[in-house]
């Protein structure tokens, strides 16, 4: 029997270079088949981005602003329903992608999920009308924070890098059940595979990593 | 003019009638906020909205022919807020909508919008 499918979702370089360590985990875990998608204003640069880390794009989307990614991804899914979704940050094709998947009820995992900046107005974001003819609008880091604020609140499973996004994500009333904190070291995409694959049923919850309070050395006196 | 567009340009005018007009009796409403929700809770939270914001603004809008995902930018006095709204459409009624806000925007810009 076939394995599942996970779409992994990068609409940008960064989040292509986050999220390939996390696909080649789940390749090697065996559990779930990821799929690449190289979707944005750019595909053909995110495509490169997976080629930088000995990874290939299994579909590339043509390139199309926010606005119009999320019919796209809903009729690809019509046909080729993943299992789950896995997108990066604030990544606005992510957003997209993460739009797409609720509609449909397939869950999504965020990874580098709860950075803050604690910039909260948007101002332009991605999904700001955008002139004809051109990609997104605008994109301040307002925009950037909403989108990711948006993920948040469709994302089932957040693998989060550090506590202090932990912290963020809690403050914004999200269940401290859905959080994994993968952290950012070279175990990191084995923990979020896993996490990933436990999202659906098809692995145990990783456990918890253990988390090191930061010290300084404080010299009194003289 | 379709049943979505229908209410979407209902509930942004204020008309809270032209809402309900095209809401099914046993319509399904979900949301992410802190509150428990039914068919007139909803129609009094976007008469709020319609009623404190200046502008609310339609970014994205994704069709079937069943339903629609749509994108609003609710814009404030002091910022703006985004929700995204999931709609079915059964026989001409909405028979379902799911509503997911930027819930830390909404309690910044829209202080009150729903009792909790």
């Given at each position: 029997?076939?394995?599942?499918?996970i779409?992994?979702v990068?609409?940008?370089?960064?989040?292509?270079?986050?999220?390939?360590?996390?696909?080649?985990?789940?390749?090697?875990a065996?559990?779930?088949?990821?799929?690449?998608?190289?979707?944005?204003?750019?595909?053909?640069?995110?495509?490169?981005a997976?080629?930088?880390?000995?990874?290939?794009a299994?579909?590339?989307?043509?390139?199309?602003?926010?606005?119009g990614?999320?019919?796209?991804?809903?009729?690809?899914?019509?046909?080729?329903?993943?299992?789950?979704?896995?997108?990066?940050g604030s990544?606005?094709a992510?957003?997209?992608?993460?739009l797409?998947?609720?509609w449909?009820?397939?869950?999504?995992?965020?990874?580098?999920?709860?950075?803050?900046?604690?910039?909260c107005?948007?101002?332009?974001?991605?999904?700001?009308?955008?002139?004809?003819g051109s990609?997104?609008?605008?994109?301040?880091?307002?925009?950037?924070?909403?989108?990711?604020?948006?993920?948040?609140?469709?994302?089932?499973?957040?693998?989060?890098?550090?506590?202090?996004?932990?912290?963020n994500?809690?403050?914004?009333?999200?269940?401290?059940?859905?959080?994994?904190?993968?952290g950012?070291?070279?175990?990191?995409?084995?923990?979020?595979?896993?996490?990933?694959?436990?999202?659906?049923?098809?692995?145990?919850?990783?456990?918890p990593?253990?988390?090191?309070?930061?010290?300084?050395t404080?010299?009194?006196?003289? | 003019?379709?049943?979505?567009?229908?209410?979407?340009?209902?509930?942004?005018?204020?008309?809270?009638?032209?809402?309900?007009?095209?809401l099914?009796?046993?319509?399904?409403?979900?949301?992410?906020?802190d509150a428990?929700?039914?068919?007139?809770?909803?129609?009094?939270?976007?008469?709020?909205i319609?009623?404190?914001?200046?502008?609310?603004?339609?970014?994205?809008?994704?069709?079937?022919?069943?339903?629609?995902?749509?994108?609003?930018?609710?814009?404030a006095?002091?910022?703006?807020?985004?929700?995204?709204?999931?709609?079915?459409?059964?026989?001409?009624?909405?028979?379902?909508?799911?509503q997911?806000?930027?819930?830390?925007?909404i309690?910044?810009?829209f202080?009150?919008?729903?009792?909790n």
């Open positions: 029997m076939a394995l599942p499918e779409h992994v990068a609409g940008t370089t960064d989040a292509a270079t986050e999220l390939g360590p996390v696909a080649q985990a789940l390749r090697l065996g559990l779930l088949v990821p799929v690449l998608v190289a979707a944005g204003a750019d595909p053909t640069a995110v495509g490169a997976f080629t930088e880390l000995n990874l290939v299994d579909l590339t989307l043509p390139a199309a602003p926010a606005l990614l999320i019919a796209r991804f809903d009729r690809m899914w019509a046909n080729r329903a993943p299992a789950a979704v896995l997108v990066a990544d606005p992510g957003l997209s992608a993460a797409a998947a609720a449909r009820g397939i869950p999504v995992a965020h990874l580098s999920a709860g950075m803050r900046s604690d910039d107005a948007p101002q332009g974001s991605v999904f700001s009308a955008p002139s004809e990609g997104a609008g605008i994109n301040t880091a307002a925009d950037v924070e909403s989108d990711a604020r948006l993920i948040t609140q469709l994302a089932r499973v957040h693998l989060i890098a550090r506590p202090i996004d932990a912290m994500l809690l403050d914004e009333g999200v269940p401290a059940k859905d959080l994994m904190i993968s950012d070291d070279t175990l990191a995409p084995r923990r979020a595979a896993q996490a990933v694959a436990s999202m659906t049923g098809l692995a145990p919850p990783p456990a990593m253990p988390v090191t309070v930061p010290t300084a404080v010299r009194f006196g003289g | 003019m379709d049943v979505i567009d229908f209410y979407t340009e209902s509930w942004i005018r204020d008309d809270r009638d032209g809402v309900r007009q095209v099914a009796p046993d319509v399904d409403v979900e949301w992410n906020l428990p929700v039914d068919d007139e809770e909803l129609v009094q939270t976007l008469h709020r319609a009623v404190f914001a200046d502008a609310v603004t339609v970014v994205s809008r994704a069709g079937r022919t069943d339903g629609a995902a749509l994108v609003y930018d609710l814009t006095p002091f910022g703006t807020a985004r929700v995204a709204e999931f709609l079915t459409v059964e026989a001409g009624r909405i028979t379902q909508i799911r997911v806000y930027d819930v830390v925007a309690d910044r810009y202080p009150g919008l729903y009792l």
